[in-house]
């Protein structure tokens, strides 16, 4: 299993659809016995939550964020922990929205 995420800090690689996620957004992970859960704001989204699980690389973990404009929104998202070959990790993620139409994937690397 790749290292404890506990005390990273990630951001986007690249912005995301316009009002979300982006390279101005910073995440803050904790885990602790197979549970993960994140801290985050930055660029539209005024601060968001993220809480789920780890099993060995794979995150299954759900997000809701409030975003600049006041509204809110939520999702899925499954990700994979990839240890880089500079030591840092990196989150290849795929997500969905629930409280609106839309998916993708996005990639989130640690912040040193």
């Given amino acids: ?14 912005d995301q659809a ?20 994140a801290e985050y704001a930055g660029g539209d989204v005024v601060r968001g939550q993220l809480v789920g699980t780890r099993a060995g690389d794979r995150l299954d973990f759900r997000y809701v964020q409030l975003k600049t404009d006041g ?6 998202c499954l990700s994979e922990v990839v240890e880089l070959s500079d030591g840092r990790v990196r989150l290849d993620e795929t ?3 629930e409280s ?13």
């Fill in 18 to 37: 316009p009002g979300q996620v982006g390279t101005r957004t910073r995440f803050a992970y904790h885990e602790k016995d197979g549970e993960i859960w």
């Fill in 1 to 14: 299993m790749t290292r404890s995420l506990d005390g990273l800090v990630f951001a986007p690689v690249a």
């Fill in 71 to 76: 509204t809110t929104s939520s999702g899925h």
């Fill in 95 to 97: 997500w969905e929205w």
């Fill in 100 to 112: 609106q139409p839309g998916n993708g994937t996005s990639i989130v690397e640690q912040v040193t």
